[in-house]
Structure formats: structure tokens, C-alpha cells
């Protein structure tokens, strides 16, 4: 985000709702995850970000990627691992919320950098960019709902606020339709994060949101 989730983003992309799509919309504050409720110090701090990193890319190959894997690749003992995140249910919530963070983050950052619309319309690429990257995560994480609602409700609550941050401005700006709501906007694109599934769907999956993002521009009192 400027926090941790902004490493994977860049203005054109985001390392990115229940049905499949909606489990990304309830996913946690990565705050929240792997026993993080206490201030770190620098290097423990730099430890557990290196590990999330680490985890993020090789749960984005393979979901099953071992502990002690994660850790080697991080550079630090699996003891190291384990006091950051005791269950691999930890890591992995941790991974998931740290990419809603940086969507998040992106809520804020994006409106000072762009126009309204170009604002939104990059958060909107983010978005599918962002679930694409976490397809091997999707089952697990449904698995891991039942006891932590809670958790998954509030990041689905963060979701819906950083779409709004978005979307308001370009509404208020004139360069999207009036009519156009949050949850409108969230379900299109849960629609297009679930046909990015397969290899033809995430080829094409940004294309669609080009499309779903020239459909709000359509009637906008500014495009006429």
C-alpha cells in the first residue's frame, strides 16, 4: 500500500468476489493476520513481510507449496515462520489480506494521481488483475469461512468502501452514468473474475472490463 500490497501494483496492474467471485470481496485486513495485533520490531516487521512476499508468489503456482519452502525461499528458519503465523491457515489469510490492503490503498492513492474516471477505471483493472492472481487460493479460502465470517465480513465491508472511493468522484465528475452503483460495479466485475478461470478467460478478462467501464462512461452527462 504503500503498505505491503503495493509491491504487486503498478497503475495498469494489481496483483488482483461469494460465488467464487465474492470470496475475494471477503477477504481480511492483513493487520488483522498471523498473530500481527502488536507493533513488530524492524527486523521481525521485515521478516514477516519478506514472507508474505514470499508466499504470495509461490501460493500464486501452487497452493501447496510446503512451509518449510516458503521459509527457505524467504531467507529465514521455519521457527521464524511459525511465530509469525503458527497454521498455514494463517499465511494464507495473511497473503489474501494484504492483497485487499493494497486495493484498498489503491483507493486512496489512484484519485490523486488520475482524473476521476482514469481513477476508477484502473481500480477496476486492479480488481480482476488482483483475483486472477489468487485462483489457486479460492477453495481453500472457502473452506476457511465458516470460522472466520467475521473476518471475511469486514474485508468485504473495506472492498465495497474502496469501490465507492472510486466511483463517487467519476459520478460526481460527469464521466459515468448516474444510475451506476457499488454493487453493480462489484458484481460485473466477480462476473469477469470468474470467467477468468481458465487461460482463455484471463487473456481476455481485462478487455472485458474495458467494455464494462465504456457501458458506465455510456449517457454520462461529460461523454455526450
Not at 488482483?16 to 527486523?43: I, N, Q
Not at 504470495?56 to 511459525?82: M, Q, S, W
Request: proline share 5%; with cysteine; net charge neutral.
Amino acid at each position: 500500500m504503500a503498505t505491503s500490497g503495493s509491491a504487486t501494483v503498478s497503475k495498469r496492474s494489481v496483483k488482483a468476489v461469494p460465488s467464487d467471485a465474492e470470496t475475494v470481496a471477503k477477504t481480511p485486513d492483513s493487520a488483522s493476520l498471523g498473530g500481527c495485533s502488536k507493533p513488530l520490531r524492524a527486523d521481525a516487521a521485515r521478516n514477516r513481510q519478506k514472507l508474505v512476499e514470499v508466499a504470495t508468489k509461490a501460493f500464486t503456482d501452487d497452493v501447496d507449496t510446503p512451509l518449510d519452502e516458503i521459509a527457505k525461499r524467504a531467507g529465514v528458519g521455519i521457527g521464524t515462520l511459525y511465530r509469525h503465523f503458527p497454521t498455514r491457515c494463517d499465511l494464507v489469510l495473511a497473503v489474501y489480506g494484504d492483497q485487499v490492503a493494497g486495493l484498498e490503498q489503491r483507493s486512496y492513492d489512484l484519485p490523486k494521481e488520475l482524473p476521476p474516471g482514469e481513477a476508477l477505471h484502473e481500480w477496476m483493472r486492479g480488481f480482476v488483475e488482483y483475483y486472477a492472481v489468487k485462483m489457486g487460493l479460492i477453495n481453500l479460502l472457502r473452506s476457511m469461512m465458516q470460522g472466520n465470517s467475521d473476518t471475511f465480513e469486514s474485508a468485504r465491508r473495506v472492498m465495497r468502501e474502496s469501490a465507492g472511493r472510486v466511483l463517487q468522484p467519476a459520478i460526481d465528475a460527469g464521466v459515468v452514468r448516474s444510475d451506476a452503483t457499488v454493487p453493480d460495479v462489484m458484481r460485473a466485475l466477480g462476473g469477469v473474475c470468474l470467467a477468468s478461470g481458465t487461460p482463455e478467460g484471463q487473456e481476455t478478462s481485462l478487455a472485458v472490463v474495458d467494455l464494462i467501464y465504456d457501458g458506465l462512461r455510456f449517457g454520462a452527462p461529460n461523454n455526450s
